[in-house]
């Protein structure tokens, strides 16, 4: 394998792991308790549609057929979230279980656009670096969106837990 070769993995890695998303998104938008934290997750389902859409553009960029091969990691965090979904839902305490859920997700892409776009910037690829940057960009937003939206949903949460001790 050579780098070229290790980029495409990569780029079919972030499709699979982008496509998961679409489809796992809509089932915390729907278990989620807190109006803000809702429209975080429905925000981020139509940038994440955005997202795979860049990703077939990288493909085409090199001449390449946008493909997906399973990405095992986001697999595994859909499953976990998955399982806060059916467990956890419905209260203040189940949003801070879905919301751990996505910040770990988003730490996972943020990760995987870094070493893609270290890539593609190596080879000389501009126009898929730029794409994955502002796909990037935005996991960046999300996570600082989702950090900031903890704050308020955990005071809760701490207030909530008060009230049943007494």
């Given at each position: 394998?050579?780098l070229?070769?290790?980029?495409?993995s990569?780029?079919?890695d972030?499709s699979s792991?982008?496509?998961q998303?679409?489809?796992?998104?809509?089932k915390l938008?729907?278990a989620?308790?807190?109006?803000?934290l809702?429209?975080?997750?429905?925000s981020?389902?139509?940038?994440?549609?955005t997202?795979?859409?860049r990703?077939?553009?990288?493909?085409?960029?090199?001449g390449?057929?946008?493909?997906?091969?399973?990405?095992?990691?986001?697999?595994?965090?859909?499953?976990e979230?998955?399982?806060h979904?059916?467990?956890?839902a419905g209260?203040v305490?189940g949003?801070?279980?879905?919301?751990?859920?996505g910040?770990?997700?988003?730490?996972?892409?943020?990760?995987?656009?870094?070493?893609a776009i270290?890539?593609?910037?190596?080879l000389?690829?501009?126009?898929?670096?730029?794409?994955?940057?502002?796909?990037?960009q935005?996991?960046?937003r999300?996570?600082d969106?989702?950090?900031?939206?903890?704050?308020?949903?955990?005071?809760?949460?701490?207030?909530?837990?008060?009230?049943?001790k007494?």
């Amino acid at each position: 394998m050579d780098l070229h070769e290790l980029f495409l993995s990569a780029l079919k890695d972030l499709s699979s792991a982008e496509k998961q998303l679409v489809k796992a998104l809509p089932k915390l938008v729907k278990a989620t308790v807190s109006p803000p934290l809702r429209a975080a997750f429905q925000s981020h389902l139509e940038e994440t549609k955005t997202h795979v859409s860049r990703i077939q553009q990288a493909f085409e960029s090199l001449g390449a057929k946008p493909k997906s091969v399973l990405c095992k990691g986001m697999q595994g965090l859909v499953v976990e979230g998955d399982a806060h979904v059916k467990q956890d839902a419905g209260d203040v305490f189940g949003d801070l279980a879905l919301l751990g859920a996505g910040q770990r997700v988003e730490h996972y892409e943020i990760a995987a656009y870094f070493s893609a776009i270290s890539m593609a910037k190596t080879l000389g690829y501009g126009d898929a670096a730029n794409l994955l940057v502002e796909n990037l960009q935005e996991e960046q937003r999300a996570s600082d969106l989702l950090r900031k939206l903890s704050k308020p949903i955990l005071k809760q949460a701490a207030a909530t837990a008060e009230k049943k001790k007494g």
